[in-house]
Every structure is written in structure tokens, then in C-alpha cells.
Nanobody, 126 residues
């Protein structure tokens, strides 16, 4: 059974930093594309970042240059380093993947992903 458990969210002032972690189990983590998706209050899920099995990355324009995705395959853990946080980054952040291991960002997160964590709340005060 796929399990994804996020941690590291919290309250931070604008301009601050947070590091999210996602502990994965129940599947071959190293061979799966992994993603971070966020959902702000009243809005649908949106892509934040994706890292594939060989380390290539994708970032949404809204976070490019501020966020860094990484993975530690030995620890089955996904990370998201978030710097220069803005109020508009406030959202629940989810770690997610697809059971077949392939994540396609040209579709919506709901269509592209079928394994999600419970989410961790990030609140950025302005």
C-alpha cells in the first residue's frame, strides 16, 4: 500500500523559509516521479514542482527561483525547500505520485496523480 506522509508545514512570516518532507513507503520510491501540489483556500489543486526518477525537475512559474525540490532515494524521502515565502504561498501542500510511476504535468493534478499524502498546512503571514 502506497503511503505518503508530509511534515514541516507551519506558520512563517513573509520572506521566511520552510522545508517540507514527505516520507514514502509501500512502493519503489526511486523509480517513481514525485510531485508537490498545493491547494489554497477556495481554489483547486495546482502544481508546485515535480522531480522524476533521474532527478530532472519542473517548477511552476509562481515558485521558480524560490523553491527547490529534491529527493533522497536511500531514505525514501521527498523534500521541498521553500525560500522567500509570500502570502500567496499559503496553502495545504501535498506530496503525490502516480501508481505507474509517471507524472505528467500537462494534465491537472487530479487527473495526473492517484496517490496523495494527507497534506501539511503552510501559512505565510504578510
Amino acid at each position: 500500500e502506497v503511503q505518503l506522509v508530509e511534515s514541516g508545514g507551519g506558520l512563517v512570516q513573509a520572506g521566511g523559509s520552510l522545508r517540507l518532507s514527505c516520507a514514502a513507503s509501500g512502493f519503489t520510491f526511486g523509480s517513481h516521479d514525485m510531485s508537490w501540489v498545493r491547494q489554497a483556500p477556495g481554489k483547486g489543486p495546482e502544481w508546485v514542482s515535480v522531480i522524476n526518477s533521474v532527478g530532472s525537475t519542473y517548477y511552476a512559474d509562481s515558485v521558480k527561483g524560490r523553491f527547490t525540490i529534491s529527493r533522497d532515494n536511500a531514505r525514501n524521502t521527498l523534500y521541498l525547500q521553500m525560500n522567500s515565502l509570500k502570502h500567496e504561498d499559503t496553502a495545504v501542500y501535498y506530496c503525490a505520485t502516480r501508481h505507474n510511476g509517471i507524472v505528467v504535468v500537462t494534465t491537472t493534478p487530479r487527473d495526473a496523480l492517484d496517490a496523495w499524502g494527507q497534506g501539511t498546512l503552510v501559512t505565510v503571514s504578510s
